[in-house]
């Protein structure tokens, strides 16, 4: 429900904020004709009696059917209508009335002819009507009844919604965060406000020359609003720039429109064609439909397969909008391929042993019989160098990258497959993981996981048994059996470390835990997890056992771990916490550059191709009520809103009319979308196409498949019936063209190099990294520069106070005032100055405020110093860098008070104690600051002649360092850092 809401707050925060405000929801009461105040009990009050079946009439049916021996009236009629009729809640009555008059299925039981038998009508004439009247008179009222709890369910959905969202926008504000429908929705608001359009509208004009929209088919209605705002100027007559033939593509194709979940809706693209038509005629300016039936990627057996499956006008339906069959052309004529159609299998009677503690043969399932066929096949093509011609032509032998399994939904089938093909050799056949997949999934981070409760609690047995048996370590059943046995009531653990003085696998195992539990509390997440993949070596040990796809999952799992950090969180027990909590979803790419056979899904591969493709039919229905949205749109038929509302489908307790007629245009929007994804599917073949499938008991439930067959039961005599040693079954088979020959692996023209020996390296650890330069800070190079006594730690200020604290406190006031004030006008700076000291000296001694006052302004508005304060001059410029001092790399970071850039630069820095009599008395300290920032700057330009001077602001006056003194100043830092 959560997450419905979240995907649909956009359009449920503008029907909330129209029709919500009377905090009654009184709009969409009246959407469904209920007065305010009704409740379902008055209803089922009202429906008492039932018209024409009063409570003598109904004594008087039970009475003679009794009589008679009417078995079905006798049998569901009298004992249902007898508890109606003795109950006291209305809605028990007429809950009760409905049982005795309807079957569980909702249909009036008088109207089967054998409900009422022929000697019980006799007796009472008109029965059966009487019966089939109060059946729908209980139906309606029940119907009503059902609504008002949708209704009442539906507020208390929206009220939900409305606290959530509320939420939802105020962490989003809180943190600076916009998603992906904030921009549309921002966009559009921009592009509909009367004080911004226009002026939007015209910059437009003045830079879009061309737009181009790519898989039109899959832009949603709100996208197509920004399009339009985008490119009205296009249509509007002489423009900014009336020269320029400005142009709007659409490239996309309505029948692979299949992502309604996000938004996309396969009708707009043809609206939007016909609108911009007219807009395009209206303006004098041509519409040109193209249409693209030559492909460039499918042989002509592919085509005419995909041709022939959607010239039936039901399996075409939600396809196009166009009437006319579908005619696809290839410009690979002659080139060999083919389609096959294998059976589909179905479930075999398993019988289950009697014993409890024997395994039941699950390998027989279906979906595991068809992915073993797959995987037998495949290995064959490889192991024999089948040929393919692929679209460049030439035939060369075939690899695991040239195909692609293509399912509906990710689900049982899609990791069969992945184990058989694993567990081929000679050879191997790789597979590339999921294309998307919850990272929590995968095994292995469940045995990362698993390895941090280790750590974190040492008495976790069943975890440190999972990490025991995993790649970590490697035990097999036996070895655990063997330390778990005997130990007591001892921990595993116990158990490991009792055991390690005998057997150096144990002692091994029970060192390197104990490393890690040392570590757990020193070292963030991903430092901890990091080191033990890398450093010890466990993710070689994973993909030698999980294969190649392991790195990729755990390069995911390190950084989540990295974005965990990242938000201020700590500690691994928090980040397990938070693992097992959010169950992130990765998506990874499957473009096939890799030489590994991709099982993905239909929506996945969308953009794909391959030269064979496997499409398999799971046997699913193309929708079921699962599969229906939680919150339904719906317009208002009464004017009680603009745009969408919305309903709340909660339990069957709430079925009524009106929501089974909404979710039957549901179903059937979804049986178009699911023949528009069996279209997708076919098209992603280049050479080969083998549809295949398993279903469970009842094998019309596999619906593409049917398809499928009912398209080469159409071919006739073009398919031909061949075996299949993989499934050993007859199979039948497509094809024009003849396939080239086996070609042996070696001859294959595009076969990676054999692989060689790694680089050392590569396997080499790591070198430790080296340690940064050590910190320096330029203030505290008086340290090292003055001789006698130790100067104090602290910068010396000037104070009439004398209070060092105090003092500073001022000095840092006052590089404030600089600092701001220097950027404004020259009128508003005493009272803004007076504003902030009213809040940042409210504790100084009297006066001090207005004398730091007065000193900053003065030396503002001085003349002489305004190259200082010019335009373009910075404030507060953070400088680091690494300088060589004393014979070794030094980090230098500081702080110029002003930055002053032109022909040459000029570094200021601000004082506020009591200014020399001249630049000859300047304090050390300050000279050596000085050079240490000229000498960073000089390491960034060197070409830049570079000055450097202090500002004593109490008096004013600005006192520039000479680059000697600024040049003997880093010497002597220089040689008393090298000092031993």
Known sequence: MLSAIVANRDGLKAFNAEIGGDGAWTAI???????????????????????????????????????????????????????????????????????????????????????????????LPGLRAALQRAAES?????DRIATLAMVEDTVAALTLADALLERYERLKSGRGLLDFNDLIQRTLALLARDDAAQWVQYKLDKGIDHLLVDEAQDTSPAQWKIIAGVVAEFFAGVGARSDVNRTLF????????????????????????????????????????????????????????????????????????????????????????????????????????????????????????LAQAIARTVHGWIRDGAAIEGKAGVARAMRPRDIIVLVRKRDRFMHALARALKELENPAIAAAGADRLRLTDHIAVKDMIALGRVC??????????AVLKS???????????????????????????????????????????????????????????????????????????????????????????????????????????????????????????????????????????????????SGGAPTHGGHLPTLMRFNSQGGNWRGEGFIWRSGKE??????????????????????????????????????CGYHGKSEKEARWHDLASQA???????????????????????????????????????????????????????????????????????????????PPTRSPVFSPVGEPAFAIRRGQAMHRMLQVLAGMDATRRASAADAWLARAAVDWPAGEAARARDAVLKTLSDPAFAPVFAP???????????????????????????????????????????????????????????????????????????RAALLFVESPVLHEVPAARMDEALARLDAALAAP
């Open 250 to 369: 659409a490239v996309g194709d309505e029948k692979q429109s299949i992502y309604s979940f996000q938004g996309a809706d396969p009708a707009s693209f043809s609206l939007e064609r016909d609108a911009y038509r007219r807009r395009a005629a209206e303006a004098g300016r041509p519409l040109e439909p193209v249409e693209l039936r030559q492909s460039f990627r499918s042989t002509e057996e592919v085509l005419d397969f995909v041709d022939e499956v959607f010239r039936d006008a039901q399996a075409r339906e939600g396809l196009t909008r166009d009437a006319a069959p579908l005619v696809h052309k290839s410009v690979r004529i002659g080139a060999p391929g083919s389609v096959e159609l294998w059976p589909s299998l179905g479930a075999p009677e398993i019988e289950e042993p009697e014993d409890w503690r024997q395994a039941i043969d699950h390998a027989k399932a279906p979906a595991v019989q």
């Open 29 to 123: 009461f009246d959407e469904f004709g209920f007065a305010p105040g009704m409740d379902s009990a008055a209803m089922a009050r009202a429906a008492w009696p039932l018209p024409g079946l009063g409570a003598d009439f109904i004594g008087e049916i039970i009475a003679q059917a009794e009589a008679t021996g009417a078995g079905n009236v006798g049998k569901h009629f009298a004992p249902a209508m007898k508890a109606a009729l003795a109950a006291g809640d209305p809605e028990k009555r007429l809950d009760r009335a409905k049982s005795a008059l309807c079957t569980e299925k909702g249909m009036p039981r008088a109207q089967t002819d054998t409900f009422v038998a022929a000697k019980l009508e006799n007796r």
């Open 456 to 465: 974190l609690q040492p008495q976790d047995d069943l975890s440190l048994a």
């Open 872 to 946: 373009g001059s910075r404030a507060e410029v953070a400088l680091q860098g690494v300088l060589r001092l004393g014979g070794q790399d030094r980090m230098i970071a500081g702080k110029i008070d002003r930055l002053v850039m032109g022909r040459e630069i000029l570094i200021v820095d601000f004082k506020t104690g009591r200014a020399p009599v001249s630049s000859a008395d300047m304090a050390e300290s300050h000279v050596a600051q000085l050079a240490l920032y000229r000498a960073l700057l000089s390491a960034i330009d060197p070409r830049t002649a570079i």
């Open 138 to 142: 209980v139906l309606a009222a029940a």
């Open 654 to 691: 709430t079925q009524n009319t009106w929501r089974r007629q909404r979710e039957d245009e549901r179903r059937l929007a979804a049986a178009e979308e699911y023949r528009r994804l069996l279209y997708v599917g076919l098209t992603r073949a280049e050479d080969r196409l083998i549809v």
């Open 712 to 790: 080469f039961d159409r071919l006739g005599a073009r398919v031909e019936t061949i075996r299949n040693p993989a499934l050993d079954m007859e199979v039948r088979r497509f094809a024009l063209s003849v396939a080239p020959d086996p070609l042996a692996r070696q001859e294959d023209g595009e076969r990676e190099a054999a692989p060689t020996a790694l680089p050392d390296f590569l396997t080499r650890p790591l070198a430790a990294e080296p340690r940064p330069p050590r910190p320096f800070s330029p203030s505290g190079a008086v340290l090292l520069t003055e001789t006698g006594d130790p």
């Open 471 to 617: 790649p970590v370590f490697g035990l097999d059943d036996l070895a655990v059996e063997m330390l778990a046995a005997g130990r007591g009531n001892a921990t595993l653990l116990a158990a490991v470390k009792h055991n390690a003085a005998g057997d150096p696998v144990s002692s091994g195992i029970a060192e390197r835990l104990a490393r890690w539990r040392a570590e757990v509390d020193a070292k963030p997440p991903f430092e901890f997890f990091s080191a033990i993949l890398g450093r010890d070596g466990v993710r070689r040990a994973m993909q030698a056992r999980l294969g190649p796809e392991a790195s990729e999952i755990l390069d995911e799992f390190l950084g989540y771990a990295l974005a965990f950090e990242k938000t201020g969180s700590s500690g691994l027990e928090a980040f397990l916490a938070a693992l097992e909590s959010s169950a992130p979803e990765i998506k990874r790419e499957a473009a096939g550059s890799r030489d590994e056979l991709r099982i993905m899904t239909v929506h996945a591969a969308k953009g794909l191709e391959a030269p064979v493709v496997f499409l398999v039919d």
